[in-house]
């Protein structure tokens, strides 16, 4: 460009206006590197490549565009540092991404396995945007820095909502939101989700428009449709608030068909605000939540009452209630039916005293949402996880961190997952000092975990196995293939595999193994179902599926590093358990596959 432009009037690239030097620059066509490259070349360009102008702010909203969102546009950065920083943060965030393979292959991954990342020198968000530059990666690769990638990043976010839901609590109860706490829980439970205030917060304004917009044909001059955006009315008048109450259950039950949950109850999806505004659906304490707010924004004050079995609000009928039957009682659930007091009876089907229509504050609501959470954790928990339970027993210690009952269940829960057994420890302590009576239970569980922590100390490493030795001669298949269960008819990968069952006789027993043609004295395999569940499934059920797919488990990253389309390939910790599978996983898809073409 200079040369052309020296030849057609002398002029070199030094000669053009800033203005057009930085547009040049900007283009995109140039790296990072080149960009240092040309400001050391003269002076003249090092100033146009100054470290907080144009073409270096544009060097970085190029390659991280969503973190312009942090600066503002006032502020004088210095754009060179700021990619500087960036970059190296990327560079560590890859390390350590890594590195949770080798160290935590055999076991899940403990709270304190993550230490290393709260000490890394650079902002927060650097190292969150490179987590979700790994996890958007495209293609079939990268399958193991993707899974631990997504748990890092899991993490963090819910280390950031712990610490907004503590200052949520710490504030007055006047100025407390029912449906920032629930946002709150919400965003716990689904750190992975585009989960905002904001967001539901503009949802049920939308909600609150069409309110009043059928308000405005009922009663044009409705005190409600005098109030501007943002601010909180007291609409005057049991018959003025009656209206509101029977526009809302017209906007959300006829024309937005919201609905209680009666068919799938017991879905965690029912309890998740978010969630709630997508379905139009959900139990009575997230619905109720949702008519609260849209009342007070209309200026109907509703209050929630903690009734048993089936949360309710409660409306007063008078100046100020004095006992609980100045109120009617409303079942968001019910389609927004008004009960009286014997009707709420009704509703459960037995007798309750005065104290259960009670009105509630925030925070016991929300003890109530997460509740809900921790029966459906218990309810629907698998050996695997356990994340739901886990995630609102995080939820209760946050509000309620001295109880005991809970704290004695995230012990357990830690020690059957085998999981940061020094911090089943340090429960243990705190639980005997607040309540010495659980000496028994705590007693059994502190031995226990002491002989966990030993026996992990005289872990050598893993087993390997070669397929080699004599006693593997009868394994027929290997790591990675996909495979279809003959009699239960489900796809899945192959991730272990055994000589002969390796299970407990009770086990054997109930699965009825004997009943099998070869009994349990037969290769038995670990492998991945697409249903999200690990099995131990014995050789004659097992099939090659001569249609593969990608089986889409929760743990695929944690074993395999890439789906080919016909198999997929061991990362390298697994490689090393099964050093001599991946050849023969290679030359067995060969095979079968040349066959079906032919």
């Not at 600066?71 to 390390?95: F, I, M």
């Not at 009286?340 to 309750?352: D, P």
Request: overall charge negative; proline content about 4%; glycine content about 6%.
């Amino acid at each position: 460009m200079a040369a052309a432009a020296a030849e057609a009037g002398g002029m070199g690239l030094t000669d053009l206006p800033g203005e057009l030097l930085e547009l040049i620059l900007c283009c995109g066509v140039l790296s990072a590197a080149d960009i240092g490259r040309v400001s050391c070349t003269c002076r003249r360009l090092r100033e146009v490549c100054q470290a907080r102008g144009k073409v270096w702010r544009e060097r970085f909203r190029l390659r991280w565009p969503s973190l312009l969102k942090y600066y503002s546009q006032t502020d004088n950065v210095n754009w060179l540092k700021e990619y500087k920083a960036r970059h190296n943060a990327g560079l560590e965030t890859q390390r350590i991404v890594a590195s949770f393979s080798k160290r935590f292959f055999s076991e899940h991954v403990p709270c304190d396995g993550f230490s290393d990342i709260e000490t890394l020198g650079c902002p927060g968000h650097f190292f969150e945007d490179e987590l979700m530059s790994i996890l958007n990666m495209e293609g079939r690769k990268c399958l193991t820095w993707k899974y631990y990638a997504k748990k890092i990043l899991y993490f963090l976010r819910q280390q950031n909502i712990l610490k907004n839901l503590k200052a949520y609590l710490e504030r007055p109860e006047d100025q407390l939101s029912f449906l920032e706490g629930a946002v709150l829980i919400d965003q716990y439970c689904n750190p992975l989700s585009d989960i905002c205030l904001t967001s539901v917060q503009a949802q049920v304004d939308d909600i609150t428009d069409k309110v009043r917009k059928v308000l405005r044909t009922k009663n044009p001059r409705h005190p409600s449709l005098a109030s501007k955006a943002g601010e909180v009315l007291i609409v005057p008048g049991v018959e003025f608030q009656r209206q509101v109450l029977d526009a809302m259950n017209c906007v959300l039950y006829e024309q937005l068909k919201y609905k209680g949950n009666e068919m799938d109850y017991y879905n965690s999806l029912n309890s998740y605000i978010h969630q709630v505004l997508i379905r139009r659906t959900g139990i009575p304490i997230s619905l109720s939540v949702l008519y609260l707010t849209i009342a007070r924004q209309l200026g109907v004050r509703l209050e929630p009452v903690n009734f048993p079995s089936h949360f309710l609000l409660r409306w007063c009928q008078g100046k100020e209630g004095t006992d609980i039957f100045d109120y009617m009682y409303i079942d968001a659930f019910g389609k927004g039916k008004q009960l009286t007091v014997k009707e709420c009876e009704y509703l459960i089907g037995h007798h309750v005293t005065e104290e259960f229509y009670g009105v509630v504050t925030s925070k016991e609501v929300l003890q109530r949402m997460v509740g809900n959470l921790l029966n459906l954790g218990k309810r629907e928990s698998t050996d695997q996880s356990y994340q739901l339970l886990r995630d609102s027993l995080d939820l209760y210690l946050a509000m309620y961190p001295d109880n005991v009952q809970h704290l004695m269940l995230q012990a357990r829960l830690y020690f059957h997952l085998g999981i940061w057994p020094e911090k089943v420890l340090d429960i243990l302590q705190h639980v005997q000092v607040l309540d010495p009576s659980q000496h028994g239970a705590v007693g059994y569980l502190v031995q226990h975990t002491l002989e966990h922590i030993e026996r992990r100390k005289e872990e050598v490493g893993p087993e390997v196995k070669h397929r080699s030795d004599e006693k593997h001669k009868d394994i027929c298949f290997s790591i990675g293939l996909i495979m279809k269960h003959k009699r239960y008819g489900y796809n899945c990968v192959i991730y272990g595999w055994d000589p002969t069952c390796m299970m407990g006789q009770e086990w054997i027993r109930n699965m009825n193994v004997h009943s099998l043609p070869h009994g349990p004295h037969q290769p038995f395999y670990n492998v991945l179902v697409e249903d999200g569940s690990c099995r131990y499934a014995a050789q004659e059920n097992l099939e090659y599926n001569l249609e593969p797919h990608e089986i889409p488990h929760p743990d695929i990253g944690r074993y395999f590093s890439e789906f080919t389309g016909t198999h997929y390939l061991a990362n390298a910790e697994l490689e090393i358990r099964y050093p001599e599978d991946l050849e023969l996983t290679c030359a067995t898809v060969q095979k079968i596959y040349s066959t079906v073409k032919e």
